[in-house]
């Protein structure tokens, strides 16, 4: 299946999907340093992002975040890709420096179509989301 | 994007690689959300220390002095901490003297601080402002109606390298008005410090899907700038609100119907004791009730706060390390006062670093082996940041609850009954 989305960071990815239906924030959300999720109660705690295509609402919090997404893509531990709802300016500007390929405003509900786990390539240079369903 | 002549000649290179870089990012930032074009800022505000030095010099390099002010968020103090005998803080050093080596030969002022307003220097309402700091940008757009939109902290270096940020966003006047209504319910806001005005920042943040402006309805008219203040910097920590509308206290909400633009909001979030009781909770992050560490202004600390934590400590011995971030004039008139030295004599600390994100005592990459490891704030945004980033044990409470866990190293606070 493809899903029509809109461009916010131009380039193409494929990999794990990662899904979290709320908002996140490369600074605090992400240890640079593991490429997991280190917030104490979060669904997502010790979830590695690494490489995987990371489903999410929005963006959140602290405006370190494109300094935080920065270190994870120095550190090769950034995802391959990011879907979203919706971004705001910091979580663009932190896609865009870094050139993770990055699309929002999809036309169909990816949380209805998306699990953690189903393969997916986003090609953000034509806004287009493929999603490859999980063996099961 | 229309691009005026001065700045096509900045995108081509005339001004040097750090502006050509600079007017990209802001270009591909802008057409990612459709800006027509550019526009100049009244001042630039960046954050050095918190800027990667490669990307750091990459915008800067070739840059001549601006015409336009910048200033700053925050530093880094490593001699200081080098000092105190915190073991890495010498592999801080060297970067943070070669940024701030540029930073002085551009002509750029040192503020280092969160809370530049608590200088004077702050915008008028409407005036365009690029701002690096999250609680920078709600403060200045909700406070005092200027004209910021959201930004990360690299961003905001291209926006002060060029003097120009996207036409987008809290830019645009239709973009201000509040989206999100947050009506507060069976709460009794009498007895609140600026501790409870944290935690409903906090959970209005959380509540917010995406980053429209909310107004937060049934609060008393005129409430002490402390208190506003603690609930409109709230609120992009948990969330991405850079514009909080408090009714009868914040410029653009004389009233409900003014904050809204006339306009339906997309929803009404309620607020309860319920609501408060969960934040409040949530924001306490510990197993064991050993406090290491106390750490206030964040934002950085107002006169008025530093002037209560005084009266707490005169007299006393601390257990615990204590930090108050605040900026450099601030602790001068603290000093001035007679508070700066109690607090000292009690065993507390200044600095104009971020207490949250940058606090020498949490972070394991700057005190090593001596890492406190627990800390209690009276800030949601310092609780959420020193549990997230230090990954230490957090107590949230209120100013006197911290300082009572400071001098005797117990957390003995307790949760209000709302």
Not at chain 2, 123 to 145: E, H, T, W, Y
Request: aromatic residues 8%.
């Amino acid at each position: 299946m493809v899903i029509q989305a809109h461009t916010v960071c131009a380039g193409r990815a494929e990999g794990e999907a990662v899904v979290y239906e709320g908002s996140f924030s490369f600074m605090g959300d992400l240890d640079p340093l593991t490429g997991t999720v280190p917030v104490p109660r979060h669904p997502l705690e010790g979830q590695s992002l690494v490489n995987k295509v990371f489903v999410f609402t929005t963006g959140k919090g602290s405006s370190a975040g494109d300094c935080a997404a920065w270190a994870a893509w120095q550190e090769g531990n950034a995802p391959a890709a990011i879907i979203c709802l919706e971004s705001e300016p910091v979580l663009s500007g932190a896609v865009i420096i870094t050139g993770i390929p990055t699309v929002d405003k999809p036309e169909k509900n990816i949380f209805d179509l998306i699990s953690t786990g189903d393969f997916i390539k986003v090609d953000a240079d034509a806004g287009t989301i493929e999603i490859v369903k999980k063996e099961n | 994007m229309h691009l005026t002549n001065e700045e096509r000649r900045m995108a081509e290179g005339e001004y040097g690689e750090g502006v050509r870089r600079s007017i990209e990012l802001l270009m591909k930032l802008g057409d990612s959300f459709g800006a027509e074009k550019l526009v100049p800022v009244s001042y630039a505000h960046i954050s050095y220390d918190f800027c990667q030095e490669k990307f750091w010099d990459l915008m800067t390099e070739g840059l001549a002095k601006t015409s336009h002010r910048v200033t700053t968020h925050p530093s880094y103090q490593p001699e200081i901490w080098k000092s105190w005998g915190l073991p890495l803080a010498d592999r801080w050093i060297g970067e943070h003297e070669r940024k701030l080596k540029t930073f002085k030969r551009l002509g750029w002022l040192r503020t280092e601080t969160c809370a530049e307003y608590l200088l004077g220097i702050m915008p008028r309402k409407g005036d365009i402002v690029s701002m690096g700091g999250s609680c920078m940008q709600v403060a200045n757009n909700s406070l005092f109606g200027a004209l910021v939109d959201r930004m990360g902290i690299l961003v905001s270096l291209a926006a002060a390298v060029c003097g120009r940020t996207p036409l987008m966003g809290l830019l645009l006047q239709e973009n201000r008005y509040a989206r999100h209504i947050v009506e507060l319910e069976d709460l009794d806001v009498t007895d609140w410090t600026s501790s409870h005005y944290h935690c409903l920042g906090y959970y209005v943040g959380d509540q917010i899907p995406g980053f429209k402006p909310v107004a937060v309805n049934g609060l008393p008219p005129n409430l002490p700038f402390d208190f506003v203040r603690a609930l409109v910097i709230s609120m992009p920590t948990s969330g991405s609100v850079t514009l909080g509308h408090i009714v009868g206290n914040t410029p653009e909400a004389p009233t409900l119907d003014a904050a809204c633009g006339g306009g339906r909001p997309e929803h009404v979030i309620k607020v309860g004791k319920r609501e408060m009781a969960e934040t409040w909770q949530r924001l306490n992050v510990w197993e064991d009730d050993t406090v290491e560490h106390v750490a206030f202004g964040c934002p950085h600390a107002t006169i008025d706060e530093i002037g209560r934590i005084s009266n707490l400590l005169e007299g006393k011995k601390i257990k615990t390390s204590l930090l108050i971030g605040a900026s450099v004039p601030v602790e001068a008139l603290a000093r001035q006062q007679g508070w700066a030295g109690i607090i000292e004599k009690a065993g507390g600390h200044f600095l104009p670093v971020c207490p949250s994100i940058g606090n020498p005592f949490t972070r394991p990459d700057i005190a090593g082996e001596k890492q406190a490891r627990s800390a209690a704030t009276n800030s949601a945004r310092s609780a959420h940041y020193l549990s997230t980033v230090s990954g230490v044990n957090v107590f949230f409470g209120t100013e006197e609850e911290c300082i009572n866990a400071a001098i005797t190293g117990r957390w003995r606070g307790e949760a209000p009954t709302w």
